[in-house]
């Protein structure tokens, strides 16, 4: 009904921005909560969402409803710390909903709650992420298309076919190795944890569970959009921010009531953040964001070649 009162691609990319904005609810409510870091900790670690390039750069990729998974999935994480597995069931369909791999993350979720000791609840959402993707990548999607998994173009160097791709990675892991860590995967790893400080590898439980959604991603020959797919990022995103939150807590020192972290860690954690924000973030300074929507020296010359034809032409 918004369709009817407001213009749908702008009302799609608000109600994205607000998306990525609500996140920071959830990751304050974790660094509050479970990782019990005192208020300096947990303004940190909101910085230094909010200056991420990924975060930006999804911002202003277009649209893409997996970013409606961001705040979902932070939020299923904190629902699961406080043993509301019903409301984590209920936020785990919305992230699925929104794109069929992220069932993999959902699985990942999962695993992460079985680590934690949650391991009933954890392997049941594992499972079902699992079946999730399966069945609507290999079922559902190729009944509307032409009856294959829709994404096997990604990963046609390995071979033809899904069964072709898998043996095709299977008979040359030195080659699908090097896919791994070639260099774009190199970049896109560093941008996602550089920015943080690297926190997250003080605690890699929170992120190895991630790391088949990843791999996929890495190695997939998808078209760059421009700004690296950062709709891709979405799922490392959370993860990483998991970890840093709990990297933090390892790091600090428990006080009476709450964990302190060293003002000098989180102030060399904001700095970090601004340093990537400005090196690569498609809305950094260099890139005069607040020069947009005006007119450039190319519309001012297409101005005065239309006047220079005239009206009459």
Not at 92 to 98: E, G, K, P, Q, R
Not at 134 to 163: I, R, W
Not at 216 to 237: E, F, K, R, S, T
Not at 291 to 296: L, N, P, Q, T
Request: hydrophobic share 55%.
């Amino acid at each position: 009904w918004l369709a009817r009162v407001l213009p749908t691609v702008e009302t799609l990319l608000v109600l994205q921005s607000l998306a990525i904005a609500v996140a920071v609810v959830p990751l304050w409510r974790i660094a509050r909560g479970p990782a019990n870091l005192r208020v300096s900790g947990s303004a940190a670690l909101v910085a230094a969402y909010a200056l991420h390039p990924s975060v930006h750069n999804l911002n202003l990729a277009g649209f893409h409803p997996e970013v409606f998974a961001l705040p979902a999935l932070l939020a299923a994480y904190l629902a699961g710390c406080r043993e509301r597995w019903w409301t984590v069931g209920l936020l785990a369909l919305v992230v699925v909903s929104t794109r069929a791999d992220l069932g993999l993350a959902v699985a990942a979720l999962g695993l992460l709650f079985v680590t934690e000791d949650r391991r009933t609840p954890g392997w049941v959402l594992a499972a079902s992420g699992l079946m999730w993707f399966l069945v609507m990548a290999f079922v559902v999607q190729p009944m509307f298309g032409d009856g294959s998994y829709p994404h096997v173009a990604a990963f046609a160097h390995y071979g033809d076919g899904v069964l072709g791709v898998v043996l095709g990675m299977l008979s040359d892991p030195i080659g699908l190795l090097g896919d791994l860590v070639d260099r774009s995967s190199f970049d896109k790893m560093l941008l996602l944890v550089a920015p943080v400080l690297f926190l997250p590898l003080v605690r890699p439980r929170y992120i190895v569970t991630l790391i088949p959604l990843l791999a996929l991603y890495l190695i997939a020959d998808v078209a760059d959009d421009g700004l690296g797919n950062p709709q891709q990022d979405v799922p490392a995103l959370v993860f990483v921010f998991i970890a840093a939150t709990y990297a933090l807590m390892r790091i600090g020192a428990r006080g009476i009531s709450r964990v302190l972290v060293d003002r000098r860690v989180l102030m060399v954690l904001v700095l970090t953040a601004s340093v990537f924000f400005i090196r690569d973030a498609a809305s950094s300074p260099y890139e005069q964001p607040w020069s947009w929507g005006s007119r450039d020296s190319v519309d001012v010359a297409r101005i005065a070649a239309t006047n220079w034809v005239g009206a009459d032409a």
